[in-house]
């Protein structure tokens, strides 16, 4: 595994779109793997930076997102595909992005299209992840197989208290697509985004502590090429 660390989150964030935007550069028509969350968002703002300065160009790559909440549609503010479309893919030119289709009216043939759709692209170059305080990735949550694909999860009460401020006064998703452990762990290059001294402890459980499905990303230790990129409060007790 190869760590960076950086002084603070532009930095991480920096350090991080330099790795994906030679991604693209050695390879043009790459397939990136995404996420959504807090910790990308500095990324895709340099990504974009940096497209309007013409030095990458997405005209060929292909994404695939991790997750999708079930029930909400591109037009939904709370959706990742309006997450993804307004805080990345609209601002520069890559034409073709997939994630799973949240409004999918049934739930485990879009399971199966979803995985068929990574696989038909030649699977993963670089997947992009973040990480949850208690060792997530994507919506695999503690006690999550490491042998899954794309399936459909039903939240926990503790991911459903922690999303409830981002829907007032409206009912909020109970379940979700996500690619599992199994598709995760497919992609060529893995790129584990952090920052903050609140995720120090878990990045200390997911790389010093035992792999073990209780904290999902420590099966990211037997991976063959992980880059870690956090800043220093992140990886202060590594
Ligand atoms: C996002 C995702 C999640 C986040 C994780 C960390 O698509 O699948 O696993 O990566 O919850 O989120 P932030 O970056 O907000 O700390």
């Not at 807090?38 to 997102?65: C, H």
């Not at 992840?129 to 503690?142: Q, R």
Request: with cysteine.
């Amino acid at each position: 595994m190869r760590i960076y660390t950086a002084e603070n989150y532009d930095d991480m964030s920096r350090k991080a779109a330099n790795i994906l935007s030679a991604q693209v550069i050695l390879k043009p028509n790459c397939v990136l793997g995404l996420a959504t969350g807090s910790t990308p968002l500095g990324i895709y703002r340099q990504l974009i930076e940096w497209y309007n300065k013409g030095d990458v160009d997405f005209s060929e790559a292909r994404s695939v997102n991790l997750d999708e909440y079930v029930g909400l549609g591109p037009d939904d503010d709370q959706s990742y595909r309006w997450f993804m479309n307004e805080n990345f893919f609209r601002h520069i030119n890559i034409k073709h992005t997939d994630l799973p289709d949240g409004l999918a009216a049934d739930p485990a043939a879009e399971c199966i299209r979803y995985e068929s759709v990574i696989a038909s692209h030649g699977g993963v170059d670089m997947q992009l992840l973040g990480l949850g305080h208690n060792g997530h990735i994507g919506f695999n949550e503690p006690g999550a197989s490491f042998e899954t694909g794309v399936h459909h999860v039903k939240l926990t009460e503790a991911t459903l208290k922690a999303n409830k401020r981002f829907f007032p006064g409206r009912e909020q998703p109970t379940s979700a697509f996500t690619m599992g452990i199994r598709s995760i762990m497919q992609a060529r290059r893995i790129l584990l985004v952090v920052s903050g001294k609140d995720k120090a402890e878990i990045v200390r459980r997911v790389f010093k502590g035992a792999v073990t499905s209780e904290v999902p990303a420590s099966i990211l230790q037997i991976h063959n090429n992980v880059t870690l990129v956090g800043d220093r409060e992140a990886l202060s007790l590594l």
